[in-house]
């Protein structure tokens, strides 16, 4: 996976059409995000660069809610290589 804007917005687009609002905030992040569930925002440092904030969406969007059937075609392709990304992390 290229680590780029266009992964990254991607990403966000997954989040976005699963009812998620991605914000990018100043904060004091022990991990580079927080997530409030109730509102289903997920907060990212500002500060980040475009890297570190792809590779936080990976790891954050296997732990959510994500609504598979609201997604488009391509965004469902993305989320399953995620997903499989994060399952071969956890068997490692």
Known sequence: MKLNQTTL???EDIL???EFVVRYERGNFQSGWCLLEAK???????FLNIE???NTLLELIPQLDIQFD?????SQKL???V?????????A
């Open 70 to 74: 609201k997604l488009t075609q391509s």
């Open 79 to 81: 989320f399953e290589e």
């Open 16 to 18: 976005g059409e699963s």
């Open 52 to 54: 570190a904030r792809i």
């Open 40 to 46: 289903r925002i997920v907060v990212l440092n500002k």
């Open 9 to 11: 917005d991607k990403l």
């Open 83 to 91: 997903q499989k990304l994060a399952l071969t992390e956890a068997t």
